[in-house]
C-alpha cells in the first residue's frame, strides 16, 4: 500500500559542512533570513572598467562620507542661536565683545574644543573638494557622452546632488555668523526681496522679521544637517542603485561591446583599491586642513549690519551667482507704486536657466538626434565636436561670472579699475562663451583629422630613411589592432532631414515649427562641417599596401 503522506518520513542529511566559526554561523543565519549569499555572489563579482576617470565620482563619495563624519562632531559642540552673548573665551582680541551664541560657539570649536579647528577644516575643505569632484565628474559624463540612455534619470539625480551640495555648502559658511556669512546672507536677502509680489512675505518668514531677525540661523541649522543631507543620502543611494543596474560605461577598445564590462571585479580587486583610494583622499584633505586655513571666522569678527569687509567672498561654486549681480547694471522699474529691481531679479532669473541648462540637456539631445539606442560605450569629446564645444562654452561662462563675483579683489590685489573689470566681464558674457565655442570645435575637428591621419599612414617614429633616388623619407610604424579600434569605433550620425514639401500625390505636407527646429538643430549638431569622414577599410588597405608608402 502506498502512502499518501510523508510527514513522518524522514528528512535527507544536509550535505553542507558545518560553519567553522561563530561568524560563519552567524552569516548562515542571515543568509536564512535575508538571501545574503545570493546577494553578495550576484553583486560582489560585478565588473567594474579600469580607468583613471572613473574615480572621480569616487572621490565624490569619500568626500561626502567625510562630510558627514566631521558634521556629526561639530553638530555637539556647535550652538545654533542668534542670542547675543559676551565673549569670554581664549581668544584675546574678541573678549568682552558681544556676539550671537552661534560665532562664540564656533570659537570655543576652533580654540577650545580639541582638535575642534582641524575638524572644522577637514570640513569645510572636505565640501569645497565635494562640489568640485561633483562638477568635474558631470562634465567627464557630459564629455564623454555617459548621460544618454539609459542614464538619463541618473543624470538627473546627479545635477541634484550638485545642485543640493552647492545650497548646503552656502547654508554650512553661513552658520557661524561672522562678517562674511553675515554678508552672504544679506546679499541672499536682497535677492529674495527682489522678487515681485512675495519677496517681502518670503523674507519675513525666512528671518522672522526684519534682517537680521532671531531665526535665520536655527532654521539653516536645521536645514544643513537634517533635511538636505537626508535627501542627498537617499539620491546618492538611488544614483549608486542605478550604477550597479545599468552597468558601468567604458571607453572604447578591443572586446568592448554594447552588451559587456571588460575590467575588474568589485571584490577583492577593486573594494581594495576603493578602500586605498578613500584614505589618500582623507590623508590629502586632512594635510591641505592642517596647512591651508579656510574660514579664519576669529579675523572677521561677529557679524554687525553696519560692516562690511572688501574681502567679502561665496566659496567658488556660489561665486557666478555673485557675478551675475555685479556685472548687471543697476536697473529699476517703477509700476502701481512698487519698484522692480532688474538689476537683482534679471541675474536671480538666470542663475536657474544657467544651472537648469545642465540638467536637461540629455533629453534636448535625445530629442534632437531621436537616437533611442542604450549607449555603454563612451564618446571620446573630439568625437563629438559640437557637444564638447557646448560644455567647454558652458565653463567659459561660468569662469567669467567667477571673475565677476571677485571684481573687487582683482581691483585691489592687481591694482586695477574695479569699473574696467566690470565692463570686461559684461563683455565677456556674451563673447567668450561664443569664441570658446568655435576654438573647440575647431580643434575637436583638428584632432579628428589626426586620428584619421594616424590610422591611414600610422605614428612618426622619428627615424629618417633615404631613399635610392635621393627623397629623405620619415618611417611611419603602422598602428596596433587596438589603436585602430579605438579611433575608428565611434558612430558619425546623419542629421534628420525635413520631408519632401510636397508627397507622391503632389500635396503639400505641413511641416510644424517643433519639426523644423528638431532638423535645424540635428544639422547644427551632425550636419556639414561637424565631423571628418572615418577612414574606410578601403583607404587603408589602399594606402598601407601602396608602394609610396613608409
Same mark, same amino acid.
Given at each position: 500500500?502506498?502512502?499518501?503522506?510523508?510527514?513522518?518520513?524522514?528528512?535527507?542529511?544536509?550535505?553542507?559542512?558545518?560553519? $567553522?566559526?561563530?561568524?560563519?554561523?552567524?552569516?548562515?543565519?542571515?543568509?536564512?533570513?535575508?538571501?545574503?549569499?545570493?546577494?553578495?555572489? !550576484?553583486?560582489?563579482?560585478?565588473?567594474?572598467?579600469?580607468?583613471?576617470?572613473?574615480?572621480?565620482?569616487?572621490?565624490?563619495?569619500?568626500?561626502?562620507?567625510?562630510?558627514?563624519?566631521?558634521?556629526?562632531?561639530?553638530?555637539?559642540?556647535?550652538?545654533?542661536?542668534?542670542?547675543?552673548?559676551?565673549?569670554?573665551?581664549?581668544?584675546?582680541?574678541?573678549?568682552?565683545?558681544?556676539?550671537?551664541?552661534?560665532?562664540?560657539?564656533?570659537?570655543?570649536?576652533?580654540?577650545?574644543?580639541?582638535?575642534?579647528?582641524?575638524?572644522?577644516?577637514?570640513?569645510?575643505? $572636505?565640501?569645497?573638494?565635494?562640489?568640485?569632484?561633483?562638477?568635474?565628474?558631470?562634465?567627464?559624463?557630459?564629455?564623454?557622452?555617459?548621460?544618454?540612455?539609459?542614464?538619463?534619470?541618473?543624470?538627473?539625480?546627479?545635477?541634484?546632488?550638485?545642485?543640493?551640495?552647492?545650497?548646503?555648502?552656502?547654508?554650512?559658511?553661513?552658520?557661524?555668523?561672522?562678517?562674511?556669512?553675515?554678508?552672504?546672507?544679506?546679499?541672499?536677502?536682497?535677492?529674495?526681496? $527682489?522678487?515681485?509680489?512675495?519677496?517681502?512675505?518670503?523674507?519675513?518668514?525666512?528671518?522672522?522679521?526684519?534682517?537680521?531677525?532671531?531665526?535665520?540661523?536655527?532654521?539653516?541649522?536645521?536645514?544643513?544637517?537634517?533635511?538636505?543631507?537626508?535627501?542627498?543620502?537617499?539620491?546618492?543611494?538611488?544614483?549608486?542603485?542605478?550604477?550597479?543596474?545599468?552597468?558601468?560605461?567604458?571607453?572604447?577598445?578591443?572586446?568592448?561591446?554594447?552588451?559587456?564590462?571588460?575590467?575588474?571585479?568589485?571584490?577583492?580587486?577593486?573594494?581594495?583599491?576603493?578602500?586605498?583610494?578613500?584614505?589618500?583622499?582623507?590623508?590629502?584633505?586632512?594635510?591641505? !586642513?592642517?596647512?591651508?586655513?579656510?574660514?579664519?571666522?576669529?579675523?572677521?569678527?561677529?557679524?554687525?549690519?553696519?560692516?562690511? !569687509?572688501?574681502?567679502?567672498?561665496?566659496?567658488?561654486?556660489?561665486?557666478?551667482?555673485?557675478?551675475?549681480?555685479?556685472?548687471?547694471?543697476?536697473?529699476?522699474?517703477?509700476?502701481?507704486?512698487?519698484?522692480?529691481?532688474?538689476?537683482?531679479?534679471?541675474?536671480?532669473?538666470?542663475?536657474?536657466?544657467?544651472?537648469?541648462?545642465?540638467?536637461?540637456?540629455?533629453?534636448?539631445?535625445?530629442?534632437?538626434?531621436?537616437?533611442?539606442?542604450?549607449?555603454?560605450?563612451?564618446?571620446?569629446?573630439?568625437?563629438?565636436?559640437?557637444?564638447?564645444?557646448?560644455?567647454?562654452?558652458?565653463?567659459?561662462?561660468?569662469?567669467?561670472?567667477?571673475?565677476?563675483?571677485?571684481?573687487?579683489?582683482?581691483?585691489?590685489?592687481?591694482?586695477?579699475?574695479?569699473?574696467?573689470?566690470?565692463?570686461?566681464?559684461?563683455?565677456?558674457?556674451?563673447?567668450?562663451?561664443?569664441?570658446?565655442?568655435?576654438?573647440?570645435?575647431?580643434?575637436?575637428?583638428?584632432?579628428?583629422?589626426?586620428?584619421?591621419?594616424?590610422?591611414?599612414?600610422?605614428?612618426?617614429?622619428?627615424?629618417?630613411?633615404?631613399?635610392?633616388?635621393?627623397?629623405?623619407?620619415?618611417?611611419?610604424?603602422?598602428?596596433? $589592432?587596438?589603436?585602430?579600434?579605438?579611433?575608428?569605433?565611434?558612430?558619425?550620425?546623419?542629421?534628420?532631414?525635413?520631408?519632401?514639401?510636397?508627397?507622391?500625390?503632389?500635396?503639400?505636407?505641413?511641416?510644424?515649427?517643433?519639426?523644423?527646429?528638431?532638423?535645424?538643430?540635428?544639422?547644427?549638431?551632425?550636419?556639414?562641417?561637424?565631423?571628418?569622414?572615418?577612414?574606410?577599410?578601403?583607404?587603408?588597405?589602399?594606402?598601407?599596401?601602396?608602394?609610396?608608402?613608409?
Amino acid at each position: 500500500m502506498t502512502a499518501s503522506s510523508t510527514s513522518g518520513a524522514a528528512k535527507p542529511a544536509s550535505t553542507r559542512a558545518k560553519p $567553522a566559526n561563530k561568524a560563519e554561523s552567524a552569516a548562515d543565519w542571515v543568509d536564512g533570513r535575508l538571501g545574503l549569499y545570493t546577494l553578495a555572489k !550576484s553583486n560582489l563579482r560585478k565588473i567594474f572598467p579600469d580607468h583613471w576617470s572613473f574615480m572621480l565620482g569616487e572621490i565624490c563619495l569619500y568626500t561626502f562620507i567625510i562630510i558627514i563624519l566631521t558634521g556629526v562632531y561639530l553638530t555637539l559642540f556647535f550652538t545654533p542661536s542668534m542670542g547675543e552673548t559676551v565673549y569670554h573665551g581664549s581668544y584675546a582680541p574678541l573678549q568682552g565683545i558681544r556676539m550671537s551664541e552661534a560665532y562664540a560657539s564656533t570659537l570655543h570649536i576652533s580654540f577650545e574644543v580639541r582638535g575642534g579647528l582641524l575638524i572644522r577644516q577637514i570640513h569645510h575643505w $572636505a565640501a569645497i573638494v565635494f562640489v568640485a569632484a561633483m562638477l568635474v565628474h558631470m562634465m567627464r559624463v557630459f564629455f564623454t557622452g555617459a548621460f544618454r540612455k539609459p542614464r538619463e534619470i541618473n543624470w538627473l539625480f546627479g545635477f541634484l546632488l550638485l545642485f543640493l551640495g552647492m545650497f548646503d555648502g552656502f547654508m554650512g559658511y553661513s552658520l557661524p555668523d561672522d562678517l562674511l556669512s553675515g554678508t552672504g546672507i544679506r546679499f541672499m536677502e536682497g535677492a529674495v526681496l $527682489a522678487v515681485p509680489l512675495v519677496g517681502t512675505y518670503i523674507q519675513m518668514f525666512l528671518f522672522g522679521g526684519e534682517f537680521p531677525g532671531t531665526d535665520i540661523v536655527p532654521r539653516f541649522f536645521t536645514i544643513h544637517v537634517l533635511l538636505i543631507p537626508g535627501v542627498m543620502l537617499g539620491l546618492l543611494v538611488a544614483h549608486l542603485i542605478l550604477v550597479f543596474y545599468h552597468k558601468h560605461t567604458q571607453w572604447a577598445g578591443p572586446g568592448k561591446t554594447e552588451k559587456n564590462v571588460v575590467g575588474m571585479p568589485l571584490m577583492p580587486v577593486y573594494m581594495a583599491k576603493a578602500g586605498g583610494f578613500f584614505f589618500l583622499v582623507f590623508g590629502i584633505i586632512a594635510a591641505v !586642513s592642517a596647512i591651508a586655513t579656510v574660514n579664519p571666522i576669529w579675523a572677521y569678527g561677529p557679524y554687525r549690519p553696519d560692516q562690511v !569687509s572688501t574681502d567679502a567672498q561665496p566659496d567658488w561654486y556660489m561665486g557666478f551667482s555673485e557675478g551675475l549681480i555685479r556685472i548687471m547694471p543697476g536697473w529699476e522699474i517703477g509700476l502701481w507704486g512698487h519698484t522692480l529691481n532688474l538689476g537683482v531679479f534679471v541675474p536671480l532669473m538666470v542663475f536657474p536657466l544657467v544651472l537648469a541648462a545642465i540638467a536637461v540637456y540629455p533629453f534636448i539631445e535625445s530629442w534632437v538626434t531621436g537616437d533611442k539606442r542604450e549607449h555603454h560605450i563612451l564618446d571620446r569629446p573630439r568625437n563629438a565636436p559640437v557637444r564638447t564645444a557646448l560644455g567647454a562654452a558652458w565653463i567659459s561662462l561660468y569662469l567669467i561670472l567667477l571673475i565677476g563675483g571677485g571684481n573687487d579683489l582683482i581691483a585691489t590685489h592687481l591694482h586695477l579699475s574695479i569699473n574696467d573689470i566690470t565692463y570686461f566681464v559684461r563683455v565677456g558674457f556674451f563673447v567668450v562663451p561664443v569664441i570658446t565655442f568655435f576654438v573647440t570645435k575647431r580643434w575637436c575637428l583638428g584632432l579628428q583629422r589626426r586620428d584619421k591621419d594616424k590610422v591611414l599612414h600610422g605614428r612618426e617614429t622619428g627615424v629618417i630613411k633615404r631613399l635610392p633616388h635621393g627623397e629623405f623619407v620619415e618611417v611611419h610604424a603602422q598602428l596596433p $589592432a587596438g589603436k585602430l579600434h579605438t579611433y575608428t569605433a565611434h558612430d558619425q550620425p546623419k542629421p534628420i532631414e525635413l520631408p519632401a514639401e510636397v508627397d507622391e500625390n503632389g500635396v503639400k505636407r505641413k511641416v510644424g515649427i517643433l519639426a523644423k527646429t528638431r532638423a535645424k538643430l540635428s544639422q547644427g549638431l551632425y550636419g556639414e562641417g561637424t565631423q571628418i569622414p572615418k577612414p574606410t577599410a578601403e583607404e587603408h588597405h589602399e594606402i598601407t599596401s601602396g608602394h609610396g608608402h613608409h
